[in-house]
């Protein structure tokens, strides 16, 4: 069922681009040849950003937040828990099991990255070790597992290549246009060379912030399925009980990364570009299973 969520979502991705191009083809006077050159050359700029942060996240997440990573061997109990809690979870997800790290911050929070489900990090802050019991830092466990098994680091991948491609060859189109409707019949006027690329700047931003809509839209989502698979995996209550304290407890990161997306919470904003839900909200959620 999972992989036929993935096909679907794959298949939805390549149904916007395709569109886009056929409305573009039928309304842009460019060259069709030209047109698809240009949405070729987007695509790959707009994805290559996208995969090489999702390749190298481990190791950028390793280093930016000085994760230190624990087994089976480590000493403290609560860490040891930590460990084999999550080894619990993989095999009962049927992958292998994540790295897991600790880190130094008193933010109660933690986030799974990494390329591929087989090849994960699961990182929790010392502030989160700390406050929460056992059963609730479990359910975290079971959350952040969640987002390693629906493949959500992938599928956000893909959506921030799309977003970009969208906006590189958006802003490319609708400045052709522009450039074209200022020109007069003998072709003189326009926007010029640098207007040209004055005008493409100014609408990546414009399109980047529309854009970022559904983007976020789509993180809430995320944010939402991987609460209801904590309480499948552990329990309703005990994912409950630790949003409860995440939300009083909460301490502002001052660091502001593309992990932030990534965390169990990030209260940077309640709107349409907001990242998570309210706690109300997911509670809420949790609550009518």
Known sequence: M???????????????????????????????????????????FGFAGSLISLAISKFSAKKAYKIQIIDASVR????????????????????RTPEVGIYPSQDVNAFATGATRN????????????????EELAAVAGHEMTHI??????????????????????????????????RDNRGRGGLGYFGYY????????VLMFLAMIPASAYSRYR?????????????????????????????????????AMAKINNKKSNSLFATHPSISARIERLRNL
């Not at 992938?154 to 060859?169: A, D, E, K, P, R």
């Not at 939402?224 to 502002?252: F, H, V, W």
């Open 149 to 182: 098994t629906e493949g959500d680091m992938v599928s956000m991948t893909l959506v921030m290549g799309l977003i970009n491609t969208f906006v590189m060859f958006g802003a490319r189109i609708v400045a052709t246009l522009l450039n074209s409707a200022l």
């Open 198 to 205: 004055m005008m493409v700047i100014l609408l990546q931003n």
């Open 223 to 259: 944010e939402y399925r991987a609460d209801r698979g904590a309480a499948k995996l552990t329990d309703s209550a005990n994912m409950i009980a630790a949003l409860e304290k995440i939300e009083r407890y909460y301490t502002q990161d001052k660091r502001e990364d593309s992990f």
């Open 119 to 134: 090849s994960s990090l699961i990182a929790f802050s010392s502030g989160m070790l700390n406050i929460l019991s056992e």
């Open 2 to 44: 999972k992989g036929l969520k993935r096909i679907g979502f794959y298949l939805m991705l390549n149904l916007l681009v395709v569109s886009m191009l056929s409305i573009v083809l039928a309304f842009v006077p460019m060259p069709q040849n030209q047109v698809v050159s240009l949405l070729i050359f987007c695509a790959m």
């Open 76 to 95: 403290d109990p609560r860490a040891r828990f930590l460990y084999e809690t999550v080894s619990a979870l993989a095999e009962e997800s049927g992958i």
